[in-house]
C-alpha cells in the first residue's frame, strides 16, 4: 500500500522503511562506520565515507520524507545545522531574508552574528499579520521563513496566506515545523517550499539525540541541500539516525497525550488566580484560535505563561519544581520548564525581547507523558513555595 493510503500512525511505523538485504532485521541495521570498501575503482555500493551519506542516516532521511509527503529528506547533525545550511543553500551576499519576530533565538543569532557578515541580510517581522511579511519583501529578498507556533509565544502565522505571498513574488517559503510536526500541522499541504525539523525534539521524543531535517519536494533544492552539508561536514550521525529512527515509531501517539495533557494543564493555569497570562493555542481565550483549528491538527504540547507576582517570584516557582525537569529543550517524555529570557533567548538582550514579549517573567513549557495531575501538583507547590498566591492577591489589591 502506498503512503497516502495508510493513516499516519502507519506511516510513522513502516512509512520509508525496508528491511537490511543481510538478515532482514525488523530494525534497520546501525552502520557506525566511517567509510565503505568500493568493490572496484569507482565501483560501490552507493556509500563511501559517512560525512557524505550513510545507510542508516538514509533510513531515517526515507521514513522522514514519508512522514512530510515528501521524497527522502535530509538530516544534520543538529537542528541549527539544518538551519543553517538551508540559508546558506538559498542565499548569498546581497540577498534578503524575511523571518518570523518570534523565531528560535539560535536562528536569530545565525543572521546577527554569522549571515550578516556576509552580506546577507534579514527582517524580522510579525508575521501573524501577512501584510507585514509582503511589506517586507524587497527585489533582493529570496525567502521568507516562518516559524508557527513562534518559540517561546507560541504566536501563530497563517502559513497559506503567506504562501499566496511568496508564490506571487516567486519566492521560497521554508516553515520550521519543530513545534508540531507534520503529524499535527502539514506545512508543505499548505503552501510551503520547504519544511525544517529539529529532530532533537518530537520526532525522537525521548531526548537521546540532536538532530535536524529539510523536506521538500523540490528535487533540485535536495542536491544543493546535501552539497553544501557535505561540504560543511553537517551529517547527521548513524548512531543518532538510528535512535531516531525508533523514536519515530511513537511519534502519533506519544503526541496525543502530549496535547491531551498540555490542554488540561493549560485550563488549570488559566484558572489559578496567580497567573496572569497563559499562551496555548487551544484555549477559547486564545485570540488565534480559529486559525490553530484551521492549519494546526491539535493544539500541540507548547505551553507559555507568566505569574502576577513578577520576576522573582517567577525564578523562585521555577527553582521550586520537584516532577517537572529546568531543561531548555522540549518534545520528550518528561516535562520540561524553562525560563526564555536566561536560556534559549538570553543573547538577544532585553529590549528586544520585551518587544517580542519575551518578557522576563515567561514561562515555557513543555509538557510531557506524565499524569497531568502529577503535574499540576508540582506546580501547584512550587507557586506556594515561591509566594507566588499571596503576591498575586496583593497585585490584585493594588490593581482594584
Known sequence: MSAPDLDISTVAIHGGRSLDSHASSILFPLYQTSTFVHDAVGVDKGFSYSRVSNPTVDALEKAIGALEGTPPAVCFRTGMAAVTTLFLSVLKAGDHAV????????????????????????????????????AAIKPTTRIVFLETPGNPTLKLTDIAAVAEITRRHSILL???????????????????????????????????TVGGSLATQDETLLERFRLIRKTIGTTQAPFEAWLTLQGM????????????????????????????????????????????????????GMIAFELKAGYDATIRMLNSVQLCSRAESL???????????????????????????????LVRLSIGLEAPQDIIRDLEQAFAAAGCDAEAKEVDHEAR
Request: net charge negative.
Open 331 to 361: 518534545g520528550g517524555l518528561e516535562t520540561l520548564i524553562t525560563h526564555p529570557a536566561s536560556t534559549t533567548h538570553a543573547d538577544l538582550g532585553p529590549e528586544l525581547r520585551h518587544t517580542l514579549g519575551i518578557t522576563d517573567g
Open 99 to 134: 523571518l518570523t519576530d518570534v523565531v528560535y533565538g539560535g536562528t536569530m543569532r545565525l543572521f546577527r552574528e554569522v549571515l550578516d557578515h556576509l552580506g546577507i541580510t534579514a527582517s524580522f517581522v510579525d508575521t501573524s499579520d501577512p501584510a507585514n511579511v509582503e
Open 174 to 208: 521554508g516553515v520550521d515545523n519543530t513545534f508540531l510536526t507534520p503529524v499535527l500541522q502539514n506545512v508543505l499541504q499548505l503552501g510551503a517550499d520547504i519544511s525544517l525539523l529539529s529532530t532533537t525534539k518530537y520526532i525522537d521524543g525521548h531526548n537521546a
Open 249 to 300: 515509531k511513537t511519534l502519533p501517539a506519544r503526541l496525543k497525550l502530549h496535547c491531551e495533557n498540555a490542554e488540561a494543564i493549560a485550563q488549570w493555569l488559566e484558572n489559578n488566580p496567580a497567573v496572569a497570562r497563559v499562551y496555548f493555542p487551544g484555549l477559547a481565550s486564545c485570540p488565534q484560535k480559529a486559525l490553530a483549528e484551521k492549519q494546526q491538527d491539535a493544539a500541540g
